[in-house]
């Protein structure tokens, strides 16, 4: 079976490229979102619970373990969920589940809050593609309950990119050698950027202990680049209704920022769910 890019994207090596999104970085996130809609959901919702879901290396969830509401992460990356649970060390801890966003393995109505951050969404292909991805969501949601949507801002990009044929860029990370060429693909409905990953000179040891293989290593990241009618009707036929948004950390207005921070509430129930449950694969 072929690897999914994602699969292959965040590796052990991907903490490192983005080793600039930092703790400040989420810290500013996590503060934004209790302003823009209540974690716990609404009063009568019950007991609140929030699912990091992507919550890759943990480093939104390291500071969420420390909140007042129980949090749980899910990623469908080993490599990093290890990382997470070594961040967590020493520090109040909270469940990690590895498993995939397409088929969640919780009871419908479990959590008063969804988070996917940083982008965590938009890997499926085009909108349907991407449905299975929120009717999930939908289903795992109390009512009353948020799915917090942190994605790219997308108008943007097809701005940068459009017209440019491609954008590269090559830089240092850690003990690596990363060279990024973004381009939008033909109809303008992905961001697709070709990733090589190499050792710097002296520094393969370092290297290999990350993933990165003596040959290097090449993939391609595919982004869905919708428009937030788009995500607004998707998630309306799903029983979700947006009541905010921010267009970054700093709470700016939606299109003036370099983020689209989609908020949407459950105000309705899902009768059927097309996409089966699966058994927990990991707890770690």
Avoid at 88 to 112: Q, T, Y
Avoid at 149 to 170: F, I, T, W
Wanted: contains cysteine; aromatic residues 6%; negative net charge.
């Amino acid at each position: 079976m072929t690897e999914k890019w994602y699969q292959t994207a965040f590796g052990p090596h991907y903490p490192i490229l983005y080793g600039h999104r930092n703790e400040e970085e989420a810290s500013s996130c996590l503060d934004l979102l209790p302003k823009l809609a209540p974690l716990a959901g609404d009063e009568d919702s019950g007991l609140g619970r929030i699912l990091d879901l992507g919550c890759g290396q943990g480093r939104h969830l390291a500071r969420l373990a420390y909140g007042p509401i129980p949090v749980v992460g899910l990623d469908l990356s080993a490599a990093l969920l290890k990382l997470a649970v070594c961040q967590m060390e020493g520090g109040k801890c909270a469940p990690l589940v590895r498993g995939d966003m397409l088929a969640l393995p919780f009871l419908d109505n479990s959590f008063s809050a969804v988070l996917s951050l940083f982008t965590a969404f938009g890997y499926c292909g085009n909108l349907a593609q991407n449905r299975p991805v929120v009717e999930q969501i939908a289903q795992v949601l109390k009512q009353g309950g948020h799915w917090y949507l942190d994605y790219l801002n997308a108008d943007r990009v097809r701005q940068e990119l459009g017209g440019k044929g491609s954008h590269n860029r090559s830089r240092s990370a850690g003990p690596l050698a990363v060279t990024e060429t973004r381009v939008l693909s033909p109809d303008a409905d992905r961001v697709i950027k070709t990733v090589v990953v190499e050792s710097r000179p002296g520094c393969a040891s370092e290297a290999l202990a990350a993933g990165i293989p003596s040959e290097g290593l090449s993939y391609q990241e595919q982004v869905a680049l919708f428009t937030v009618q788009d995500l607004d009707q998707l998630a309306g036929e799903l029983g979700l209704e947006r009541v905010a948004e921010a267009g970054n950390y700093k709470g700016d207005p939606l299109g003036q920022g370099e983020r689209w921070i989609l908020v949407y509430r459950r105000v309705r129930n899902l009768t059927v769910r097309t996409v089966p449950k699966v058994e927990v694969s990991d707890v770690l």
